[in-house]
Protein backbone atom coordinates (compact mmCIF):
# COMPACT_ATOMS: atom_id res chain seq x y z
CA UNK A 1 0.00 0.00 0.00
CA UNK A 2 2.89 2.37 1.05
CA UNK A 3 4.24 2.29 -2.61
CA UNK A 4 0.96 3.29 -4.10
CA UNK A 5 1.27 6.68 -1.64
CA UNK A 6 4.43 8.29 -3.77
CA UNK A 7 5.67 11.83 -4.80
CA UNK A 8 5.28 9.96 -8.43
CA UNK A 9 1.92 8.19 -7.34
CA UNK A 10 0.45 11.61 -6.61
CA UNK A 11 1.85 12.89 -9.68
CA UNK A 12 0.24 10.68 -12.05
CA UNK A 13 -3.10 10.80 -9.94
CA UNK A 14 -3.16 14.66 -10.45
CA UNK A 15 -1.70 14.25 -14.44
CA UNK A 16 -5.12 11.82 -14.70
CA UNK A 17 -7.22 14.43 -13.43
CA UNK A 18 -6.32 16.86 -15.72
CA UNK A 19 -6.60 14.73 -18.65
CA UNK A 20 -10.02 13.14 -17.41
CA UNK A 21 -11.31 17.21 -16.78
CA UNK A 22 -10.08 17.70 -20.48
CA UNK A 23 -11.82 14.49 -21.96
CA UNK A 24 -15.33 15.48 -20.06
CA UNK A 25 -14.95 19.36 -21.19
CA UNK A 26 -14.07 17.97 -24.66
CA UNK A 27 -14.95 14.36 -25.30
CA UNK A 28 -11.40 14.07 -26.35
CA UNK A 29 -10.00 10.81 -26.57
CA UNK A 30 -7.79 10.81 -23.65
CA UNK A 31 -5.08 8.74 -25.11
CA UNK A 32 -3.87 11.90 -27.05
CA UNK A 33 -3.10 13.61 -23.83
CA UNK A 34 -2.47 10.92 -21.33
CA UNK A 35 0.42 8.81 -22.95
CA UNK A 36 2.49 12.09 -23.61
CA UNK A 37 2.14 13.56 -19.87
CA UNK A 38 2.71 10.30 -18.19
CA UNK A 39 5.87 9.87 -20.65
CA UNK A 40 6.83 13.32 -19.76
CA UNK A 41 6.42 12.19 -16.41
CA UNK A 42 8.87 10.00 -16.95
CA UNK A 43 7.04 7.22 -14.83
CA UNK A 44 7.72 3.95 -17.01
CA UNK A 45 8.69 2.95 -20.61
CA UNK A 46 6.68 3.94 -23.23
CA UNK A 47 5.44 0.20 -23.33
CA UNK A 48 3.79 0.19 -19.54
CA UNK A 49 2.61 3.82 -19.91
CA UNK A 50 0.41 2.15 -23.17
CA UNK A 51 -0.47 -0.53 -21.19
CA UNK A 52 -1.78 1.29 -18.14
CA UNK A 53 -3.17 4.20 -20.07
CA UNK A 54 -5.11 1.57 -22.16
CA UNK A 55 -6.14 -0.54 -19.06
CA UNK A 56 -7.38 2.88 -17.70
CA UNK A 57 -9.17 4.44 -20.60
CA UNK A 58 -11.11 0.72 -21.12
CA UNK A 59 -12.30 1.82 -17.41
CA UNK A 60 -13.64 5.25 -17.25
CA UNK A 61 -14.66 4.83 -21.12
CA UNK A 62 -17.58 1.95 -20.11
CA UNK A 63 -19.51 4.60 -17.92
CA UNK A 64 -20.10 6.61 -20.53
CA UNK A 65 -20.99 4.10 -23.13
CA UNK A 66 -22.98 2.65 -20.68
CA UNK A 67 -25.15 6.46 -20.62
CA UNK A 68 -25.07 6.51 -24.23
CA UNK A 69 -26.16 2.73 -25.09
CA UNK A 70 -29.07 3.56 -22.59
CA UNK A 71 -30.18 6.54 -24.29
CA UNK A 72 -30.06 4.80 -27.80
CA UNK A 73 -27.76 7.30 -28.97
CA UNK A 74 -25.37 4.65 -30.84
CA UNK A 75 -25.78 3.15 -34.33
CA UNK A 76 -24.86 -0.52 -33.52
CA UNK A 77 -25.13 -1.81 -36.54
CA UNK A 78 -22.33 1.05 -37.37
CA UNK A 79 -20.43 0.39 -34.08
CA UNK A 80 -20.34 -3.49 -35.05
CA UNK A 81 -18.34 -3.15 -38.29
CA UNK A 82 -16.30 -0.80 -36.45
CA UNK A 83 -15.43 -3.72 -34.09
CA UNK A 84 -14.64 -6.20 -36.49
CA UNK A 85 -11.94 -4.19 -37.90
CA UNK A 86 -10.72 -2.99 -35.40
CA UNK A 87 -10.65 -5.46 -32.18
CA UNK A 88 -8.29 -7.86 -34.18
CA UNK A 89 -5.96 -4.85 -35.40
CA UNK A 90 -6.13 -3.95 -31.74
CA UNK A 91 -4.90 -7.20 -30.69
CA UNK A 92 -2.15 -7.65 -33.13
CA UNK A 93 -0.91 -4.35 -32.84
CA UNK A 94 1.40 -4.38 -29.65
CA UNK A 95 2.93 -8.38 -31.24
CA UNK A 96 3.97 -6.16 -34.71
CA UNK A 97 5.51 -4.12 -32.69
CA UNK A 98 7.07 -6.71 -30.88
CA UNK A 99 8.46 -8.89 -33.11
CA UNK A 100 10.63 -5.93 -34.73
CA UNK A 101 13.26 -6.33 -31.66
CA UNK A 102 13.69 -7.76 -28.29
CA UNK A 103 15.40 -5.33 -26.90
CA UNK A 104 13.44 -3.05 -24.38
CA UNK A 105 15.34 0.61 -25.27
CA UNK A 106 14.63 -0.37 -29.13
CA UNK A 107 11.44 -0.56 -28.30
CA UNK A 108 10.91 1.87 -26.28
CA UNK A 109 12.43 4.57 -29.38
CA UNK A 110 10.05 2.96 -31.67
CA UNK A 111 7.12 3.41 -29.64
CA UNK A 112 7.83 7.15 -28.65
CA UNK A 113 8.49 7.48 -32.67
CA UNK A 114 5.19 5.95 -33.04
CA UNK A 115 3.33 8.36 -30.23
CA UNK A 116 5.02 10.85 -31.36
CA UNK A 117 3.66 10.95 -35.25
CA UNK A 118 0.11 9.85 -34.19
CA UNK A 119 -0.45 13.12 -31.70
CA UNK A 120 0.67 14.57 -34.43
CA UNK A 121 -1.95 12.89 -36.98
CA UNK A 122 -4.52 13.22 -34.32
CA UNK A 123 -3.83 17.20 -34.22
CA UNK A 124 -4.69 17.35 -37.65
CA UNK A 125 -7.67 15.17 -37.53
CA UNK A 126 -8.77 16.87 -34.57
CA UNK A 127 -8.92 20.49 -37.04
CA UNK A 128 -10.15 18.71 -39.78
CA UNK A 129 -12.83 17.85 -37.87
CA UNK A 130 -13.92 21.12 -37.59
CA UNK A 131 -13.43 22.51 -40.83
CA UNK A 132 -15.54 19.91 -41.89
CA UNK A 133 -18.53 20.85 -39.92
CA UNK A 134 -17.77 24.03 -41.29
CA UNK A 135 -18.36 23.12 -44.72
CA UNK A 136 -21.43 21.18 -43.84
CA UNK A 137 -23.30 24.46 -41.70
CA UNK A 138 -22.09 26.78 -44.56
CA UNK A 139 -23.38 24.67 -46.97
CA UNK A 140 -26.59 24.13 -46.11
CA UNK A 141 -26.65 20.68 -47.75
CA UNK A 142 -26.79 18.69 -44.84
CA UNK A 143 -29.04 15.94 -44.93
CA UNK A 144 -30.02 14.10 -40.85
CA UNK A 145 -29.49 10.35 -41.08
CA UNK A 146 -28.93 8.50 -38.21
CA UNK A 147 -29.85 5.51 -39.92
CA UNK A 148 -27.36 5.38 -42.93
CA UNK A 149 -26.96 2.35 -45.30
CA UNK A 150 -23.33 1.15 -43.52
CA UNK A 151 -20.41 1.28 -46.25
CA UNK A 152 -18.99 -1.85 -44.98
CA UNK A 153 -15.76 -2.12 -46.71
CA UNK A 154 -14.63 1.55 -46.00
CA UNK A 155 -15.94 1.24 -42.27
CA UNK A 156 -13.86 -1.98 -41.72
CA UNK A 157 -10.59 -0.51 -43.17
CA UNK A 158 -11.56 2.49 -40.74
CA UNK A 159 -11.88 0.17 -38.05
CA UNK A 160 -8.86 -1.61 -38.78
CA UNK A 161 -6.43 1.75 -38.82
CA UNK A 162 -7.93 2.78 -35.81
CA UNK A 163 -7.44 -0.31 -33.98
CA UNK A 164 -3.73 -0.35 -35.35
CA UNK A 165 -3.12 3.09 -33.75
CA UNK A 166 -4.48 2.15 -30.38
CA UNK A 167 -2.99 -1.07 -30.04
CA UNK A 168 0.20 0.48 -30.83
CA UNK A 169 0.13 4.27 -29.34
CA UNK A 170 -3.58 4.04 -27.45
CA UNK A 171 -3.89 6.81 -29.40
CA UNK A 172 -6.50 7.60 -31.88
CA UNK A 173 -10.05 5.77 -30.76
CA UNK A 174 -11.49 9.34 -29.91
CA UNK A 175 -10.08 11.10 -32.78
CA UNK A 176 -8.64 9.37 -35.94
CA UNK A 177 -12.04 7.45 -35.82
CA UNK A 178 -14.10 10.57 -35.35
CA UNK A 179 -13.02 12.23 -38.40
CA UNK A 180 -13.54 9.10 -40.70
CA UNK A 181 -17.16 8.77 -39.56
CA UNK A 182 -17.69 12.53 -39.96
CA UNK A 183 -16.81 11.91 -43.77
CA UNK A 184 -18.27 8.75 -44.21
CA UNK A 185 -21.22 9.20 -42.45
CA UNK A 186 -21.91 12.94 -42.89
CA UNK A 187 -26.08 12.69 -41.79
CA UNK A 188 -25.32 11.23 -38.30
CA UNK A 189 -26.11 13.65 -35.85
CA UNK A 190 -22.94 14.94 -33.59
CA UNK A 191 -24.55 12.91 -30.37
CA UNK A 192 -24.94 9.05 -32.56
CA UNK A 193 -21.14 10.13 -33.71
CA UNK A 194 -20.39 10.62 -30.47
CA UNK A 195 -22.15 7.71 -29.03
CA UNK A 196 -21.38 5.12 -31.91
CA UNK A 197 -17.58 6.13 -31.40
CA UNK A 198 -17.35 5.44 -27.62
CA UNK A 199 -19.13 2.18 -27.90
CA UNK A 200 -17.46 0.84 -30.23
CA UNK A 201 -13.76 2.54 -28.07
CA UNK A 202 -14.72 0.15 -25.52
CA UNK A 203 -13.79 -3.17 -26.58
CA UNK A 204 -11.48 -1.57 -29.07
CA UNK A 205 -9.42 -0.61 -26.01
CA UNK A 206 -10.18 -3.72 -23.64
CA UNK A 207 -8.62 -5.06 -26.32
CA UNK A 208 -5.74 -3.47 -26.78
CA UNK A 209 -5.56 -3.39 -23.60
CA UNK A 210 -5.45 -7.23 -22.99
CA UNK A 211 -3.19 -7.89 -25.83
CA UNK A 212 0.05 -5.42 -24.47
CA UNK A 213 -0.61 -6.42 -20.50
CA UNK A 214 0.20 -9.79 -22.67
CA UNK A 215 3.19 -8.47 -23.96
CA UNK A 216 4.26 -6.16 -20.87
CA UNK A 217 2.50 -7.15 -17.93
CA UNK A 218 0.48 -4.12 -15.98
CA UNK A 219 2.05 -2.23 -13.13
CA UNK A 220 -0.29 -0.96 -10.65
CA UNK A 221 1.84 1.42 -9.04
CA UNK A 222 0.91 3.47 -12.74
CA UNK A 223 -2.84 2.48 -12.82
CA UNK A 224 -4.18 3.06 -9.92
CA UNK A 225 -3.55 6.54 -9.64
CA UNK A 226 -4.29 6.90 -12.99
CA UNK A 227 -8.09 5.54 -12.55
CA UNK A 228 -8.34 7.09 -9.11
CA UNK A 229 -7.31 10.89 -10.97
CA UNK A 230 -9.07 10.27 -14.05
CA UNK A 231 -12.59 8.66 -13.48
CA UNK A 232 -13.40 12.19 -10.81
CA UNK A 233 -11.69 14.63 -13.79
CA UNK A 234 -13.64 12.77 -16.51
CA UNK A 235 -17.08 13.39 -14.03
CA UNK A 236 -16.09 17.12 -13.36
CA UNK A 237 -15.46 17.78 -16.92
CA UNK A 238 -18.72 16.78 -18.24
CA UNK A 239 -20.43 18.95 -15.59
CA UNK A 240 -18.16 21.89 -16.43
CA UNK A 241 -18.63 21.59 -20.08
CA UNK A 242 -21.58 23.82 -20.48
CA UNK A 243 -20.16 26.60 -18.60
CA UNK A 244 -16.99 26.93 -20.25
CA UNK A 245 -15.79 28.76 -23.43
CA UNK A 246 -15.17 25.21 -25.83
CA UNK A 247 -13.48 27.17 -28.61
CA UNK A 248 -10.47 28.28 -26.40
CA UNK A 249 -10.49 24.48 -25.01
CA UNK A 250 -10.59 23.09 -28.40
CA UNK A 251 -7.91 24.99 -29.63
CA UNK A 252 -5.48 24.80 -27.19
CA UNK A 253 -5.97 20.97 -27.57
CA UNK A 254 -5.03 21.19 -30.87
CA UNK A 255 -1.54 23.19 -29.88
CA UNK A 256 -0.82 20.75 -27.04
CA UNK A 257 -1.01 17.66 -29.35
CA UNK A 258 1.26 19.30 -32.07
CA UNK A 259 3.97 20.57 -29.05
CA UNK A 260 3.25 17.19 -27.81
CA UNK A 261 4.12 14.96 -31.16
CA UNK A 262 7.11 17.22 -31.38
CA UNK A 263 8.65 17.17 -28.21
CA UNK A 264 8.20 13.07 -28.15
CA UNK A 265 9.80 13.04 -32.11
CA UNK A 266 12.47 15.09 -30.40
CA UNK A 267 12.74 12.99 -27.23
CA UNK A 268 13.04 9.98 -29.06
CA UNK A 269 15.94 11.16 -31.75
CA UNK A 270 14.49 11.15 -34.89
CA UNK A 271 16.65 11.79 -37.46
CA UNK A 272 15.65 15.00 -38.94
CA UNK A 273 15.72 16.72 -35.67
CA UNK A 274 18.86 15.12 -34.44
CA UNK A 275 20.19 12.22 -32.29
CA UNK A 276 22.28 14.08 -30.25
CA UNK A 277 20.62 17.22 -28.49
CA UNK A 278 17.34 18.09 -27.60
CA UNK A 279 15.31 21.07 -29.25
CA UNK A 280 13.09 23.15 -26.49
CA UNK A 281 13.70 26.31 -27.92
CA UNK A 282 12.29 24.61 -31.34
CA UNK A 283 9.62 22.96 -29.42
CA UNK A 284 8.40 26.29 -27.72
CA UNK A 285 8.48 28.21 -30.79
CA UNK A 286 6.80 25.75 -32.89
CA UNK A 287 3.77 26.14 -29.80
CA UNK A 288 3.73 29.95 -30.11
CA UNK A 289 3.52 29.84 -34.35
CA UNK A 290 0.71 27.36 -33.72
CA UNK A 291 -0.62 29.96 -31.10
CA UNK A 292 -0.77 32.80 -33.10
CA UNK A 293 -1.53 31.17 -36.92
CA UNK A 294 -4.14 29.34 -35.85
CA UNK A 295 -6.51 31.69 -35.57
CA UNK A 296 -5.79 33.61 -38.73
CA UNK A 297 -5.73 30.33 -40.44
CA UNK A 298 -9.25 29.27 -39.46
CA UNK A 299 -10.83 32.87 -40.09
CA UNK A 300 -9.30 32.85 -43.65
CA UNK A 301 -10.85 29.53 -43.93
CA UNK A 302 -14.17 31.32 -42.67
CA UNK A 303 -14.02 33.85 -45.09
CA UNK A 304 -13.59 31.85 -47.97
CA UNK A 305 -17.05 30.14 -47.59
CA UNK A 306 -18.37 33.51 -47.34
CA UNK A 307 -18.30 34.17 -43.44
CA UNK A 308 -16.88 37.14 -41.14
CA UNK A 309 -13.31 35.71 -40.52
CA UNK A 310 -13.85 35.72 -36.19
CA UNK A 311 -18.17 34.89 -34.88
CA UNK A 312 -20.92 33.28 -35.33
CA UNK A 313 -21.22 30.04 -35.74
CA UNK A 314 -17.99 29.33 -33.49
CA UNK A 315 -16.61 25.99 -32.95
CA UNK A 316 -18.64 25.26 -30.14
CA UNK A 317 -22.09 26.00 -32.34
CA UNK A 318 -20.51 23.99 -35.19
CA UNK A 319 -20.53 20.69 -33.24
CA UNK A 320 -23.82 21.43 -31.58
CA UNK A 321 -26.52 19.53 -32.85
CA UNK A 322 -29.14 21.61 -31.47
CA UNK A 323 -27.60 24.55 -33.16
CA UNK A 324 -28.89 26.12 -36.52
CA UNK A 325 -27.63 28.70 -38.87
CA UNK A 326 -29.66 32.17 -39.18
CA UNK A 327 -29.51 35.52 -40.26
CA UNK A 328 -27.32 37.15 -37.57
CA UNK A 329 -23.25 36.07 -37.83
CA UNK A 330 -23.49 34.73 -40.79
CA UNK A 331 -22.27 36.62 -44.37
CA UNK A 332 -23.91 35.87 -47.98
CA UNK A 333 -21.98 35.03 -49.93
CA UNK A 334 -22.61 37.90 -52.74
CA UNK A 335 -21.47 39.58 -49.96
CA UNK A 336 -24.42 41.47 -48.53
Not at 205 to 211: D, E, K, P
Request: neutral net charge; contains cysteine; charged residues 10%.
Amino acid sequence: MADLITITALSILAAGFFVGVVVGLTGMGGGALMTPALLFLGVGEAATVVTADLTAAAIYKSGGAIVHRREGSPNMQLATWLMIGSIPMALLGPHLVSWFTDDIDQLNHVLVICIGFALLLAAATYALRLYVNLLRVRSGAHAPDDDPAIRVVPTLLVGMLGGLLVGVTSVGSGSVIMIALLMLYPGLSAVKLVGTDLVQAVPLVLAAAVSNIALHGIDWTILVPLVVGSVPGTILGSLLAPRVPQSFIRRGIVIVLTMSGVALLDKSGWAPLGEDETHPFLIAGIGIAVLLTLPVVWGFLRKRQGLPMFGSPTIAQLEDPAWKPGLVGMKRTDGS
